[in-house]
């Protein structure tokens, strides 16, 4: 494997990403907390950072740990080990982010292997390398950057200013893959069907004859979690599909027939009228989400414990929530308190076990696909938690919901029917507090509004909104207001995250 030494760049993850992409697995771990090296690792990354080398407070690095490994250090990694090495970082006198292109590259190095002058590269750093020492030398160089990429004379230590992660570095990936393969000597073997194959090995090894619960939503990761799980286990594990009455329209029994189909061992439970009468008369939105969260506790405990001798409790837990919470910055703000089912009570006294919680989402879609899952299941938005409960702004009723679901029905099914679903990464319908005036027929009405929400997003944190197609907003619109009564008025949301958020709650 391949460890990449995050030093809290906004781009550790997405190396992260595209060393997998090339079937190599890699963790992330913090400068600051770095794990024992054994013979596993092949290869060391060293990522960018947003503080200068010469700052006081910078991140500092023991390196002597790794002096056996290959080692490619991008960005902030770069100007450290030069920095640390007698040469000189100093800020830069000209604007050095953004495309720029390669006017020197080092004839037969390994790390440029298939790589040539000419090649764009994407810079983005505030201090450049100006000196190195005698035992470094360059082996790339853009016109405003002479120090683009160095090797230290004589070692497998590599060095560079530029970005390979981002897709605007045009040859990006193959500097990578020569790090990788050409210079760690990783064989290209982490693969989704690999994956599979060593998680159910292992889950059967650690799981032996223990009895497993898992609450299942209905989305990408507990499903995917649920079906590695039910191969290594089968029966012993017991699946709990909560009902609160603030899915979308039908989706309960939908989901609930589909798991079925894949021979999933599963318990579905109503506990409509229990979540609604638990948030009568609420509208603060953090605390809608936290009724839902411990009325979906009780119902989840109750249910657990009718499982005699319950060992384990299983979660979908994926890659970003763990380097979330381990990562240099700390757990970042807590905006919105998300997922709800992240704080199971302890009381349950149930050992968790995460089978995707070395996976980032694009990797448990993968995943899912060499599972056999369907489009159904992996290609299916993102939804919340606490659902309809906070595209319903302000209080919650059942009558609310019932309108909801139809222009959210309404409005999902166009996008369907025009083939958008799938290039959309999140849609949905926002009940909106709002009556206003219109004309039906002869009559005045005085209804509310309904707003539509879909969003282009790589992982939730940032977002824009999508340019649907105007006739396509137009047939969505016209059928809500005709086919829905107490709607009189369709509003579409073009804020992008941030400033905005994706939900309205
Ligand atoms: P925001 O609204 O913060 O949403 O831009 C980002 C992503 O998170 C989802 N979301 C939630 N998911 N419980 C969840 O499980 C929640 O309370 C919650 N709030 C937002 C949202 O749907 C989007 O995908």
């Not at 650690?206 to 979690?225: M, P």
Request: with cysteine; charged share 25%; hydrophobic share 40%.
């Amino acid at each position: 494997k391949i460890i990449i030494l995050d030093f809290g760049s906004q781009y550790t993850q997405l190396i992260a990403r595209r060393v997998r992409e090339l079937n190599v697995y890699c963790e992330i771990h913090p400068f600051n907390n770095i794990p024992e090296i054994g013979s596993d690792v092949k290869g060391i990354i060293l990522s960018g950072s947003p503080y200068s080398v010469r700052q006081k407070d910078a991140p500092q690095v023991d390196l002597n740990k790794f002096d056996k490994h290959p080692m490619l250090a991008v960005c902030y990694g770069a100007q450290y080990i030069a920095q640390h090495a007698g040469g000189e970082v100093q800020a830069s006198s000209t604007r050095e982010y953004g495309r720029a292109h390669l006017n020197f590259v080092a004839e037969g190095n390994k790390l440029f292997k298939n790589i040539t002058a000419g090649s764009q590269v994407w810079m983005s750093h505030g201090d450049t390398i100006t000196k190195v020492p005698a035992n470094f030398e360059l082996i790339a160089s853009t016109d405003s950057v002479k120090v683009a990429a160095y090797q230290v004379k004589d070692t497998q230590t590599y060095a560079i200013q530029f970005h390979p992660e981002v897709t605007h570095s045009t040859d990006g990936r193959q500097l990578l893959e020569n790090f990788l393969v050409g210079i760690c000597g990783c064989k290209q073997e982490w693969t989704p069907d690999a994956f599979v194959e060593t998680t159910i090995a292992d889950l059967k090894e650690k799981l032996g004859n223990d009895k497993v619960v898992l609450a299942l939503s209905g989305g990408v990761d507990s499903s995917v979690a649920a079906i590695l799980l039910h191969k290594a286990i089968g029966k012993n594990l017991h699946c709990i599909f909560v009902d609160n009455g603030l899915l979308r329209k039908d989706e309960y029994a939908a989901v609930l027939e589909q798991y079925k189909h894949l021979g999933l061992n599963i318990k579905g439970v109503d506990a409509k009228d229990r979540f609604l009468s638990q948030l009568a008369g609420v509208s603060d939105p953090e605390l809608k989400r936290k009724a839902i969260g411990r009325v979906f506790i009780e119902v989840f405990d109750d249910e657990a414990h009718q499982v005699q001798d319950v060992k384990w409790l299983a979660q979908g837990t994926i890659y970003p929530d763990i380097i979330e919470s381990v990562s240099v910055k700390g757990p970042s703000a807590t905006i919105k308190s998300h997922h709800n089912v992240g704080g199971l009570p302890d009381f349950m006294k149930l050992k968790v076990v995460e089978p995707l919680n070395t996976l980032f989402k694009d990797e448990v879609r993968r995943v899912g696909t060499s599972l056999g899952l369907e489009h159904f299941i992996i290609g299916r938005h993102p939804f919340p938690g606490p659902g309809l409960a906070i595209r319903i702004l302000g209080e919650v009723t059942a009558e609310k919901v019932a309108i909801l679901q139809e222009a959210d029905a309404i409005y999902i099914n166009n996008l369907k029917e025009a083939g958008l679903y799938d290039k959309v990464w999140q849609a949905g319908a926002i009940f909106l507090p709002v009556q206003s005036v219109g004309v039906m027929g002869d009559e005045r009405t005085y209804e509310n509004a309904i707003a539509l929400r879909a969003v282009e997003s790589v992982d939730g944190m940032t977002a824009d909104w999508c340019h649907l197609p105007y006739n396509v907003l137009a047939k969505i619109s016209n059928e809500i207001i005709n086919k829905v009564k107490g709607i009189n008025r369709v509003v579409y949301d073009i804020s992008s995250k941030p400033p905005a958020t994706i939900e309205w709650e």
